[in-house]
């Protein structure tokens, strides 16, 4: 990857970050996905005592379709057992699509379940902790909102199944999401420093648009 290239992704990799201070909570909340690193990061969080329970949220998307037996979220609780979360202490919601139908669904579900936690820890990938926050808000307001990913650096997150290529597509593609979403009332309004647009731009221009909206 050429050095201009890296330089302008970390900088849009660095910006979705939130560096939440975590501290105990009533839920984690996994948003999941294809990534099974954000499971284990999940289950180490409840392990250490952050919160008494753990909601899997997920069906099947469009990167995961076929990759799993079941829905993302029965396959990320599975981790979370295997690793010694008791099956007690999971909760799994297992149709959504998308990130303000993990909300809803979750929501409802927890009604359901009788539980009205005040304070979430959401985990979710490094370069979605952003939006996931911003469409939290947006669908569940008046709750405190910690966020929480995999502590893995730019460099260590592409794997066998993620090129860096795949990475920078995807997370341009929640940048703009980020920017855009807001006007059709999908998530809470989030400040992008000129510098982290401009990085995006340029990107774009170099052709890493893959998951822009259309």
Known sequence: MASSVHALATKVWNYHHLNNTLSPSDC??????????????????FLDGYAPYIVFSGGEGEL?????????????????MDMGVPEHAILIEPQSTNTGENVQFTRALLEVKGLDPSCFIIVQKPFMERRAYAT?????????VLVSSPPIGFDEYPNETLSYSDVINVMLGDLQRIRVYPSYGYSVEQDIPDEVWQ???????LGFEEHLLG
Not at 28 to 45: M, P
Not at 68 to 80: D, I, L, Q
């Open 28 to 45: 984690i909340f996994v948003l999941c996905s294809n990534d099974i690193r954000v499971a284990e990061h999940a289950a180490r969080l």
């Open 64 to 80: 995961t379709r076929g990759m799993f037996k079941g829905s993302e979220a029965e396959a990320f609780a599975e981790v979370a």
């Open 136 to 144: 939290f808000q947006q669908n569940w307001p008046g709750k405190k």
């Open 199 to 205: 990085a995006y731009q340029q990107l774009v221009e």
